[in-house]
């Protein structure tokens, strides 16, 4: 795929990415046809007196195992790479055979572990000072032929990733701005079964904590729905978690 094609390709389907599921459509359809990769970690950062803190961030195919094994504080990732990423501003590759100290033998063990062979690390900055945002993606498994590619790579795709990302952060901070308007309004009782809700219990056991029958719950947790604006209580419980934290979550690459 041409340069230009490819990035014409980005930008006109990266406008349609308005929620999480539009998001990985486009990751794993256009993103994945420009930039061929197994699985990705991407997301976004803001400076504070410590370096950076994370304010999104997503998963594409990558195992929940390794996820763990490289979590940190501050919501980023136990990562040489992105660390590099900060640092430099990138792009950044290592493959498995790679010996560099400050990749250190911890990581490359849990990196190893994975399965992965190799991971193509890119990045992307917008605005200054308190108003900077840095958008940072890891590619696992890519071509070897991509380490040439990968100033072309981040010129075509983090841009497009950035602005993606910055509109799902911002209808979910809407979002979450509503969700918690909303709930300022709940009446004690309907307070009680949210609060019953989002600790996991059934219909069945919020009733029976709170004295009622589980068709009162059933209704009650309706109304809610509709309130809300969701399909189902899983959604519901979404919104609603989402609500306590900004939309704020997860980590980076």
Not at 112 to 140: H, I, K, M
Not at 188 to 196: I, M, N, S
Request: with cysteine.
């Amino acid at each position: 795929m041409k340069n230009e094609s490819a990035g014409d390709l980005l930008a006109s389907t990266a406008r349609g990415v308005v929620d999480e599921e539009a998001l990985k459509a486009w990751v794993q359809g256009p993103v994945r046809a420009v930039l061929p990769h197994g699985a990705m970690l991407c997301g976004q950062s803001v400076p504070h007196s410590g370096g950076y803190a994370a304010i999104q961030a997503w998963s594409f195919g990558v195992p929940a195992a390794y996820r763990a094994k490289i979590a940190c504080a501050g919501g980023n990732a136990r990562s040489p790479v992105l660390t590099r990423l900060m640092r430099t501003g990138g792009p950044v590759f290592f493959d498995e055979d790679d010996e560099r100290p400050d990749f250190d033998a911890n990581w490359r063990g849990n990196f190893r572990l994975a399965g992965w062979r190799n991971v193509l690390g890119l990045a992307y900055c917008s605005g200054e000072g308190d108003q900077l945002v840095f958008t940072s993606a890891a590619f696992y498994n890519v071509s070897s032929a991509m380490e040439a590619q990968g100033r072309t790579l981040q010129q075509m795709v983090m841009p497009h990733l950035h602005s993606a990302l910055s509109r799902v952060h911002q209808l979910r901070s809407e979002e979450s701005t509503s969700a918690a308007t909303r709930l300022l309004t709940l009446a004690p009782g309907e307070r009680a079964v949210v609060d019953l809700l989002l600790r996991g219990k059934t219909n069945k056991e919020i009733g029976k904590q709170l004295g009622r029958s589980s068709e009162t719950v059933k209704q009650r947790l309706s109304l809610l729905m509709r309130r809300f604006d969701v399909r189902n209580r899983t959604e519901l419980v979404r919104v609603i978690s989402r609500s306590g934290d900004g939309g704020h979550g997860g980590r980076q690459p």
